[in-house]
């Protein structure tokens, strides 16, 4: 073949199928290698991946050591066996966040609900559901309760609240908070009660529940 400019190389077809060579300079030597070798045993990064389909059997924290960006449709489990899991694993305390985005079709398995220990409520406390959807807090002095940070209107919203020594000191809950019949619990003034809270018009209102008082070992 005459020497020719890579600019004036025919265009490869695409996709290519990976058995393709290259020649790279490996300690001073030039040598051969298939595109599939290229990357094989190396972290890949990179600050956006935009693609339509994602095949992998496993996609780990090596494609983004600082966080990436993926643009496409699916995100899909590619290869011989039967079945293949698509295991999403943050690093360390890293989460995975959907910002509010609709999850579709899922079957739970194993699943927990993030929890919030408070501890002594104080003179006012917030109980904020972008936090969790559980919460524990012990009554030590007259208290205003606040809830914040429920789904949109049109959404459902749930957190449950265990309080210790409930009525050892009185709360005030939001004045959005309705109960069965209008009336507000009695609660323990030295035990332990759960109650829980649902909305679906984005905090306008709460139903609030008695899931027990003064739960303890028979």
């Known amino acids: 073949m005459a020497d020719l400019k890579i600019s004036q190389l025919p265009a490869a077809t695409t996709p290519l199928a990976g058995t393709e060579v290259l020649p790279i300079v490996q300690s001073g030597t030039t040598k051969q290698v298939a595109v599939n070798d290229l990357t094989a045993g190396k972290a890949v990064s990179a600050s ?7 095949n992998a059997t496993t996609f780990d924290t090596n494609v983004a050591a600082a966080g990436v960006t993926l643009v496409g449709t699916t995100l899909a489990a590619d290869g011989t066996d039967t079945n293949i899991d698509i295991n999403i694993t943050p690093k360390g305390t890293g989460a995975v966040a959907l910002a509010d985005a609709l999850l579709s079709r899922p079957t739970l398995k194993d699943y927990a609900v993030e929890g919030v220990a408070i501890g002594n409520a104080g003179a006012t406390r917030t109980f904020d559901m972008a936090t969790g959807n559980f919460f524990s807090v012990t009554i030590d ?11 949109g209107s049109g959404d459902f919203g749930c957190f449950v609240m265990e309080i ?55």
């Open 48 to 54: 956006t991946l935009t693609a339509t389909t994602v």
């Open 164 to 218: 210790t020594n409930g009525s050892a000191f009185v709360i005030t809950f939001p004045a959005s908070v309705d109960w069965p019949g209008g009336i507000a619990p009695t609660l323990t003034a030295a035990g332990k009660d759960q109650l829980v809270f649902t909305t679906r018009d984005g905090g306008t209102t709460y139903f609030g529940f008695v899931a027990g008082l003064d739960i303890k070992s028979p």
């Open 141 to 151: 002095q007259a208290t205003t309760f606040t809830f914040s940070n429920p789904p």
